[in-house]
């Protein structure tokens, strides 16, 4: 771990960010032995939430933009009628 200009918060920042990106990660791994078919329904588990999750986001964005279209169709036709 390399301190830069006597910045000592940044470096135990980069270094809390670091444990919790690797060695957690590797701890609970190795916990406890997870067999290939328990393995297999975890990242299964997983790969559903991940879809629905990104469906469920796609979803209000899809929202936000028919909105914004219908906003700019309501302006425009406030101009036409105006003229």
Same mark, same amino acid.
């Given at each position: ?21 690797? @060695? +957690?990660?590797?701890? !609970? &791994?190795? #916990? ?6 328990? *393995? $297999?329904?975890?990242? /299964?588990? =997983?790969?559903?939430?991940? @879809? +629905?999750?990104?469906? !469920? &986001?796609? #979803? ?6 028919? *909105? $914004?279209?219908?906003? /700019?169709? =309501? ?9």
């Amino acid at each position: 771990m390399h301190v830069f200009n006597g910045n000592l918060d940044r470096a135990l920042k980069v270094l809390k960010k670091d444990f919790d990106a690797n @060695v +957690r990660a590797s701890l !609970r &791994r190795h #916990a406890a032995h997870v067999g290939p078919g328990e *393995r $297999r329904r975890v990242k /299964a588990r =997983a790969a559903r939430k991940r @879809v +629905r999750r990104d469906q !469920r &986001r796609q #979803a209000v964005t899809d929202a936000q933009h028919r *909105r $914004r279209s219908l906003n /700019a169709y =309501a302006r425009a036709l406030d101009g036409a009628l105006d003229d």
